[in-house]
């Protein structure tokens, strides 16, 4: 079976109609898309523009109370096309628990489960990113999913060797992202780009210069960071990863969206 997986981080104030628009461009026939920073508002535009009967909304789940500020007002939204979406969740132990949202999909007569999050920022919310990342990881370990998608807010310094990552300190010294991200992580998943990039590599089809790591997020015009990933279980094989960064900019977001091209084995 093929699936093409779709990661975005939108961005809270980019036009709807133009994320709906390019992620309609980039629809297969199977594909599951992941999206954080959705407001209540983009939801609907970007559901009615897409047609998917098959999706669901955090925020939906928890909505932002009375009293509550901005900060809850994004949530994460996947979408199901190819598919059938049978139940959605939150990760209720997490900090902001609106920024999860877990989801059992059938396509065919496979049934899986996805994590899509969005982790929060270190400028902001040091101690509670790392406090944020030990939740999720307590849940990847205790309860497998087979795919799971995230703006991640790390590494502070990417590599092609995953014992070579460096996480920003949040009091951890990095040591709650590396659970998820790195080489100290608790799941059986693994960054499919990485593993495309290992998989070319064997085959001898790798380019002949040092590879250059993908671009997702770039911080004050010259800090250039892959802030955004898709991590998948060994029963998938990545047949292609794309990172849109410019197309992504254009179309009215600060994040890449990146594509993976999966084929279950």
């Known amino acids: 079976m093929k699936l093409r997986f779709i990661q975005w981080n939108i961005k809270h104030n980019s036009n709807p109609e133009s994320i ?8 297969s026939d199977v594909t599951i898309v ?20 098959n999706s669901a909304h955090s925020l939906t789940l928890r909505p932002k109370g009375r009293f509550e500020g901005k900060n809850r007002e994004l949530g994460v939204a996947t979408f199901i096309f190819g598919g059938i979406l049978l139940s959605s969740d939150l990760l209720h132990r997490s900090v902001f628990p609106e920024r999860t949202l877990i989801a059992e999909i059938q396509i065919a007569d496979r049934v899986f489960k996805s994590l899509n999050f969005h982790s929060l920022t270190g400028v902001g919310y040091r101690q509670a990113k790392s406090s944020n990342f030990s939740s999720i990881a307590d849940y990847l370990n205790a309860s497998p999913v087979d795919l799971f998608s995230c703006d991640a807010n790390e590494p502070n310094v990417d590599a092609l060797s995953i014992e070579e990552l460096v996480f920003f300190d949040n009091g951890d010294k990095g040591k709650c992202a590396s659970l998820i991200f790195g080489k100290d992580k608790v799941h059986e998943l693994s960054d499919v780009w990485r593993t495309h990039f290992e998989l070319k590599a064997n085959e001898q089809v790798a380019m002949l210069d040092a590879p250059q790591l993908p671009i997702s997020y770039v911080i004050n015009n010259r800090l250039l960071k892959r802030y955004d990933f898709i991590f998948a279980t060994a029963a998938w094989k990545p047949l292609d990863v794309q990172y849109l960064l410019k197309e992504s900019l254009a179309a009215s977001s600060d994040h890449a969206m990146v594509i993976a091209d999966l084929m279950s084995v």
């Open 20 to 27: 709906a628009d390019f992620i309609l461009e980039n629809l």
């Open 34 to 53: 992941h999206l954080q920073e959705v407001t209540v508002t983009h939801y609907k535009i970007i559901q009615s523009k897409l047609g998917s009967l």
